[in-house]
């Protein structure tokens, strides 16, 4: 089992930069490919970007110049770098993380976009 803990959201304005942090435990599991979703209101949830042990990283093109997503030196973390926030980044951010050929997700942190 792993569990997932995000964190960073918050409420911002539009223009501002956000980072989301994401940590894995325990941090002896061995965690594969670890990915970033959201969900926002009256939508279904969507992908975002995704990153390798390797730190091969790919970002939804909705989204790309803006979103940067990172490892920690620590494989167990990772990161999403939100820059010029707009609105319609306004989500529940989720944090997914590839455990045994199982996903596993943590229970989210919402970023809410003033315009």
């Known amino acids: 089992q792993v569990q997932l803990v995000e964190s960073g959201g918050g409420l911002v304005q539009a223009g501002e930069s956000l980072r989301l942090s994401c940590v894995a435990s325990p941090r002896s599991a061995s965690i594969n490919t670890m990915t970033w979703h959201r969900h926002a209101p009256g939508k279904g949830r969507e992908y975002v970007a995704a990153?390798?042990?390797?730190?091969?990283?790919n970002i939804d093109d909705s989204v790309k110049g803006r979103f940067t997503i990172s490892r920690g030196d620590a494989k167990n973390t990772m990161y999403l770098r939100i820059d010029s926030l707009k609105p319609e980044d306004s989500a529940v951010y989720y944090c997914?993380?590839?455990?045994?050929?199982?996903?596993?997700w943590g229970q989210g942190t919402q970023v809410i976009v003033s315009s």
């Open positions: 990153i390798t042990t390797d730190a091969l990283t």
């Open positions: 997914g993380a590839l455990h045994n050929d199982r996903w596993f």
